[in-house]
């Protein structure tokens, strides 16, 4: 499946359905993680709405804020 091992697939221990929506989550977060793509397009990928993939961030313990001041100052209406 996906060309991912067998081994790999069998070492998860979950239903075959749950398989791509698992990989395709962690490779959101990580992709968020490492700064590829931002949380919105990351929650994109990951096939869930915004929200809930910040809240599953913060289950993971990756920061969700990372606003410079300039954005910060932006998304207040101050600048």
Known sequence: ???V???SLDALELP???VAPTLRMAAAVKLYE???LSSGAAAELAGVPK???LERLAELGVDTF????EELRREAGLG
Not at 66 to 69: A, D, F, I, N, S
Request: charged share 35%; proline share 11%; glycine share 6%.
């Open 1 to 3: 499946m996906f060309g």
């Open 5 to 7: 091992p067998q081994q």
């Open 16 to 18: 075959e359905e749950d």
């Open 34 to 36: 490492m700064e590829r």
């Open 51 to 53: 929200p809930v993939f």
């Open 66 to 69: 990372r606003l410079t001041e």
